[in-house]
């Protein structure tokens, strides 16, 4: 099994305004807990002392749909060659088919992929991302400020593929993976289709990968503390903190809600106090 974390929007899951229900926050924290799968990581160390280069995001996806689409068996054998730990992950923890090696395992990832709505979303997310350079851009501002924020955080390889709008962000093993048929914009159909809420469909856009890739690395990284285990307002509370880096790295104020806010005054009011020990500490800041 691969040591990955699954994750559906970070977003969607957690920018909500200071009335949300705490029980709410309970069923959403579960969500998480359940879905996701023992994290191990073996990246690249984050060298303090030099810039760290551009990130290039790996178009796993476009050799995946060539496969797909076509069923060209050099496609798939390209894909294991040049992508194995993408496709294992793929297949195995994202969309549940086993174990890669199997002897059929082939014809049931093509299979899968044979119906019409995944042919179809595989089609717009071709025509969508067709150019990335943005979330390239975004992604290497991102994660050299957060690097100087943390000088030990490791920076993973960024990668793309096409999921069954099963999850968002794929985190483990040195990686972190973008399924991009959950960012094809709050008006797809087949998200009104399969029942998707406003406020979900408001964060499935182009503007939320970089936000969910940076929450849930944090979160990979900074988890949850046990004493959050028995305490709603805790868990808000980390997660809060994880939204206001998120903010800092990207130098936007994607998550506006009021604890946010709070936590963003308080750490300009105690510049002694490192984002590490932010995201490490159990108590809450006044």
């Known amino acids: 099994m691969n040591n990955s974390r699954i994750f559906s929007n970070f977003a969607s899951q957690f920018n909500k305004d200071k009335n949300i229900s705490m029980r709410k926050i309970y069923l959403i924290v579960l969500l998480i807990l359940a879905v996701c799968i023992s994290c191990q990581w073996n990246l690249r160390p984050a060298d303090g002392s030099e810039e760290m280069g551009d ?33 294992r992950t793929l297949i195995e923890d994202v969309l549940h088919l086993g174990m890669v090696d199997e002897p059929n395992i082939n014809s049931r990832f093509l299979m899968f992929f044979q119906d019409s709505t995944l042919q179809a979303m595989m089609a717009d997310v071709d025509r ?35 999921g069954s709008l099963d999850q968002s962000v794929i985190v483990g ?65 980390h997660m809060s903190r994880i939204q206001y880096v ?30 590490d020990e932010l995201l490490s500490s159990d108590a809450l800041p006044q």
């Open 128 to 162: 969508e991302y067709g150019e990335i350079d943005d979330l390239n851009r975004q992604l290497t501002h991102s994660f050299r400020q957060l690097t100087r924020l943390l000088p030990d955080l490791p920076v993973p390889v960024v990668y793309t593929q096409v």
């Open 246 to 275: 998120v903010n800092t790295v990207m130098g936007k104020k994607i998550f506006t809600h009021g604890r946010v806010t709070e936590i963003e005054t308080y750490m300009h009011a105690h510049p002694d106090v490192s984002v």
């Open 173 to 237: 093993d040195g990686m972190l993976g973008i399924s991009l048929d959950k960012y094809l914009g709050e008006d797809y159909p087949v998200y009104l289709r399969y029942g998707y809420t406003a406020e979900q469909r408001r964060m499935m856009t182009r503007r939320y990968i970089v936000p969910d890739c940076l929450g849930f690395y944090l979160l990979c990284h900074y988890p949850l503390p046990e004493s959050a285990e028995d305490s709603v307002p805790l868990r808000h509370e």
């Open 55 to 87: 990130i290039s995001i790996e178009r796993f996806d476009r050799m995946e749909m060539l496969y797909l689409m076509t069923g060209d068996i050099a496609a798939l054998q390209q894909m294991k060659t040049t992508y194995p730990a993408q496709t």
